[in-house]
Structure formats: structure tokens, C-alpha cells
């Protein structure tokens, strides 16, 4: 049972950022960023499994950074200015009452140029949103994550 929640997170991680990927910015409103995107992650990919462990009680962490701040360029180039790296905790009872995920943020991280600041940092079923900016472009975009047994949400945020 575990091991399916946990493959049908990952569904639903990938479904709902590519659910995002039919817009995006123009060319003229498109970020300043070099080859390669924040931490870990690179063009084109939106999230990537740092680590999963499951204790002796059933109970599994895992660690997954995701992507921050999504363009879609003209000629079909994608990517991110900035990743946020979540720790979650599930437990073995899962969906019981009283049990809940607890989310964290681990690591922050954004291309020059582009800062994050935390809005939500998330904990016992609650919701992690981060806002992603460049002052000198006026652009920005809004991450966030809800781990919920039933209501995973996960939005990468699009750049405007």
C-alpha cells in the first residue's frame, strides 16, 4: 500500500507539471537564465528523487527536489530559475485518524538574478508555497506543495 501511494505521489507530481506546460512566457517576456538550471535539476526536468528510506515501522521519508519558476520557450526549451527541495514524512499509518505527512523545506535554491522567500514552510498536513522573483524584470512565479492523504497538489508555478 505504501509503496503505491508513494508511486502514485510521483503520478501526480509529474501529471500536474505537465498539466502546466501548455502555457507559457513569450519570447520577449522569456527569463535571463544560462544553460543550466538551479541545484540538481536540469532543462527541462521538473522534479528529481534525492533519496527514499522506509524505517522498520513502515514509515517513509523521502526527499525530492522540484522545480521553481517555470519558462517554456519558442523553440520548445524548457527549464526552471529556482528549485525547492522537500523532505516528507509519511507514516506507516497511513490515512488513519490523527496520522497526517509532514512536509519541510530542505534547500532553496534559484539562478542569479532570482530570489525565493517562503510564504508557507509547510509541517502536519500543511500547504508549502514560495514565491520566486527578479526585481529588475518584474517577473515571478508562485510554487507550492500540499501533501495530503487524498488532496496532493503540486504547482511549480509558471512565470508571469
Not at 509541517?123 to 501533501?147: H, K, P, W, Y
Amino acid at each position: 500500500m505504501r509503496a503505491f501511494f508513494k508511486s502514485s505521489a510521483t503520478l501526480l507530481v509529474s501529471l500536474s507539471l505537465l498539466a502546466g506546460c501548455g502555457e507559457g512566457v513569450s519570447a520577449s517576456e522569456a527569463p535571463e537564465v544560462g544553460v543550466s538550471t538551479a541545484a540538481l535539476l536540469g532543462p527541462g526536468e521538473h522534479m528529481r528523487e534525492v533519496s527514499s528510506t522506509t524505517d522498520a515501522a513502515g514509515n517513509q521519508t523521502f526527499v525530492t527536489e522540484y522545480a521553481a519558476g517555470i519558462y517554456n520557450l519558442p523553440d520548445g526549451q524548457s527549464g526552471s530559475v529556482a528549485s525547492v527541495t522537500i523532505k516528507t514524512f509519511i507514516p506507516a499509518t497511513g490515512g488513519t485518524s490523527g496520522s497526517c505527512i509532514t512536509s519541510t523545506i530542505e534547500k532553496l535554491e534559484a539562478v542569479p538574478g532570482w530570489t525565493t522567500t517562503v510564504n508557507r514552510a509547510g509541517g502536519c498536513d500543511r500547504e508549502i508555497r514560495v514565491e520566486v522573483s527578479n526585481s529588475s524584470t518584474r517577473q515571478e512565479a508562485d510554487f507550492s506543495f500540499l501533501m495530503i492523504f487524498g488532496k496532493t497538489r503540486i504547482d511549480s508555478g509558471l512565470i508571469r
